[in-house]
């Protein structure tokens, strides 16, 4: 199974500021990687599919990048409502599996 | 509109069992791989079951292989979990989702609003 560990577990930031979240794959994934964003009481929702590329209707402030082993995602000046906790999923290998979050919360 | 609606949770015994339905709409459904995930509280999602748009690639998480069975009704638009022999460690949120752009390689873009399953004496 392949593990996938998530920096840091908490980042406080204010509105505006630029937020770099890290995800790290335990074994090469290549470029399936996805990242989420999840607010309390709702479920996941698809930011970043195939380590790059943005979902629909996602905005152009979010952006992911990486390749093999390491990932970022970027959110490049934070909006009230980004303030919320990070999940990276790969999908290269069943089973797929889940970071355990990164929560950016308001400084 | 797409979408996907759960149901069937609720509150089991440990050794129970319950069957958890997703009701598809507003896509070609029989096209869409889709996965069951769940999430027990404070944790993060877990992969627990996936199924093929024409049924022939199951998978299970070491988790649940053995006691929960993925099935679907393409006719119906719905995918089903049975659930037996639970422990209180399944307890959780269930979301069933799709495979984004119909491959599983890309991440899941729709997903259920949950049922929740609490396995509990």
């Known amino acids: 199974e392949i593990v996938l560990t998530q920096s840091p577990a908490t980042l406080s930031l204010s509105p505006g500021e630029r937020a770099t979240l890290s995800c790290r794959a335990s074994q090469s994934v290549s470029s399936y990687l996805a990242w989420y964003q999840q607010k309390p009481g709702q479920a996941p929702r698809l930011l970043i599919y195939?380590?790059?590329n943005r979902a629909t209707g996602i905005p152009a402030r979010f952006s992911g990048s990486g390749s093999g082993t390491d990932f970022t995602l970027t959110i490049s000046s934070l909006e009230p409502e980004d303030f919320a906790v990070y999940y990276c999923q790969q999908c290269s290998n069943w089973p797929q599996t889940f970071g355990p979050g990164t929560k950016v919360d308001i400084k | 509109e797409v979408q996907l609606v759960e149901s069937g949770g609720g509150l089991v015994h440990p050794g129970g069992s319950l069957r958890l339905s997703c009701a598809a709409s507003g896509f070609p459904f029989n096209t869409y791989s889709i996965k069951w995930v769940r999430q027990a509280p404070g944790k993060g999602p877990e992969c627990i079951s996936h199924i093929s748009g024409g049924s022939g690639t199951i998978y299970y998480a070491e988790s649940v292989r053995g006691r929960f069975t993925i099935s679907r009704d393409n006719a119906k638009n719905s995918v089903y979990l049975q659930m037996n022999s639970l422990r209180a460690e399944d307890t959780a949120v269930y979301y069933c989702?799709?495979?984004?752009?119909?491959?599983?390689?890309?991440?899941?873009?729709?997903w259920g609003q949950g049922t929740t399953v609490t396995v509990s004496s």
């Open positions: 195939d380590a790059s």
């Open positions: 989702a799709r495979d984004n752009l119909g491959t599983s390689y890309y991440g899941m873009d729709v």
